[in-house]
């Protein structure tokens, strides 16, 4: 299967992985398409093997940002504090 446009940018291992790479990438302002195997998504999910594979589709223009976003997120490299401009460091 292709998207026009967009490319794999990672395989996560069932649908809640997959839900939750794609809440982080489109936190970052990256589009996320998640496809996965149609018997992955039965009553009884499949979450191991290639059925129960979750394809992550970036637009291509942001592939090389996602990679970088995921390969942070991998070795625990995100900050989540929130940016403030005048944050004062003695507080």
Excluded: C, H
Excluded at 3 to 11: C, K, M, P, R
Excluded at 50 to 60: A, R, S, T
């Amino acid at each position: 299967m292709t998207i026009e446009g967009y490319q794999v940018a990672t395989i996560a291992l069932g649908s809640s992985q997959g839900e939750m790479i794609k809440m982080l990438l489109e936190s970052m302002g990256i589009p996320v398409i998640l496809t996965q195997e149609s018997v992955g998504l039965s009553s009884f999910p499949v979450t191991f093997g290639i059925l129960g594979e979750v394809k992550v589709w970036v637009p291509e223009r942001q592939l090389d940002d996602a990679l970088r976003v995921l390969t942070d997120y991998e070795e625990g490299n995100l900050d989540d504090s929130p940016k403030s401009e005048e944050q004062d460091p003695n507080s």
